[in-house]
């Protein structure tokens, strides 16, 4: 399994706003009033949907955790699992929360990456974090009937249209409608070398 190290799982993301194009930055003032309601963002690879996700945790001061689906996701890295735990006369067992629990309880901003790459079961689990106003996060698993949603999590999703090279699904109506916004990306959100000159500390050259 993926382990994230606690160093970055809920460190803030700095904000890149000198990277993002005119349409970026139009963007995120519109979507940054959205906040915590789910946004998704459609589109090509490589057009800067990450980074955009990031700035908008930058900007309502919120942690940042970030999920890339695939068909082989596995749901006890995303949900949590029971894991051992030695004692000094023996050994028993502890939960403990995955990747996308531990957002839902501490109030991250999470980007759904490649949402339609992600398993049924996946995308199944989080229709109740996207319902309006009653927002829910059930955990069978550990026995909980369900936990509470942050007042703060924020879910962004990914998708890429159909026509993609590699293998995706198309989204479900039902799950569409749970989405306070869908934004068609057309157009580079970000503009590709500022961002790197702002990753690597560079400067362009004279």
């Known amino acids: 399994l993926l382990k994230i190290s606690a160093k970055y799982r809920n460190a803030p993301t700095p904000p890149f ?24 963002l459609n589109g090509p690879t490589g057009w800067g949907k990450s980074v955009f996700a990031r700035e908008l945790a930058a900007r309502v001061g919120q942690p940042y955790v970030g999920i890339n689906a695939h068909p082989g996701l596995d749901m006890s890295w995303l949900v949590g699992m029971w894991k051992p735990k030695p004692l000094q006369n023996g050994l028993t067992v502890e939960w403990q929360d995955g990747v996308l629990t531990n957002a839902v309880r501490g109030g991250s901003v999470l980007l759904f990456e490649e949402l339609t790459r992600a398993p049924q079961e996946a995308v199944g689990r989080i229709f109740g974090l996207l319902d309006h106003g009653f927002r829910y996060w059930s955990l069978p698993e550990a026995g909980v009937e369900s936990i509470a949603v942050h007042p703060n999590f924020w ?11 590699y293998r995706v699904s198309r989204l479900d109506k039902a799950l569409e409608s749970r989405f306070a916004a869908i934004i068609t990306v057309d157009k580079a959100i970000a503009d590709e070398p500022a961002l790197l000159r702002s990753l690597v500390g560079s400067k362009p050259a004279a």
């Open 17 to 40: 706003e000198a990277c993002f194009s005119t349409f970026g930055k139009r963007l995120i003032k519109q979507l940054v009033q959205l906040h915590p309601l789910p946004i998704l």
């Open 155 to 165: 879910m962004i999703a990914t998708a890429n249209p159909p026509t993609t090279e």
